[in-house]
């Protein structure tokens, strides 16, 4: 099993930043895939980006504005958030995927973190 914490939400303006980190720890496979969800209250979980190696993919709504980066000495996946707007805001969550290419599929990981709260106010 693999343990994942995430940290870094909280409470911003629109245009504001924020910096997520989750640090996985356990038996985590020299293949695999880490991705950041999020969950708006009342919707579907929805992934926002995904890092495999050097492959990184981003969902078009957060394009331009987030950068996912992994550190693998610290095994810990990071979340750069600029430019935030109220639509940003949700539980956003840490995904680990064993295996090679990342998964769209939100059923098909591994492994969830307990999620933090992101809240952008106008």
């Known amino acids: 099993q693999v343990q994942l914490v995430e940290s870094g939400g909280g409470s911003v303006q629109t245009g504001g930043s924020l910096r997520l980190s989750c640090v996985a720890s356990?038996?985590?496979?020299?293949?695999?895939?880490m991705g950041w969800f999020r969950q708006a209250t009342g919707k579907e979980r929805e992934g926002v980006a995904s890092v495999e190696d050097t492959i990184v993919t981003y969902a078009n709504s957060v394009a331009g504005r987030f950068t996912v980066s992994k550190d693998n000495a610290k095994n810990t996946l990071y979340l750069q958030m600029n430019s935030l707007v109220p639509e940003d805001t949700a539980v956003y969550y840490c995904?680990?995927?064993?295996?090679?290419?990342?998964?769209?599929?939100?059923?098909?990981?591994?492994?969830w973190g307990q999620g933090t709260q992101v809240t952008v106010s106008s």
């Open positions: 995904a680990y995927f064993r295996g090679r290419l990342c998964p769209s599929a939100v059923t098909r990981y591994n492994n």
């Open positions: 356990g038996n985590i496979d020299s293949r695999n895939c």
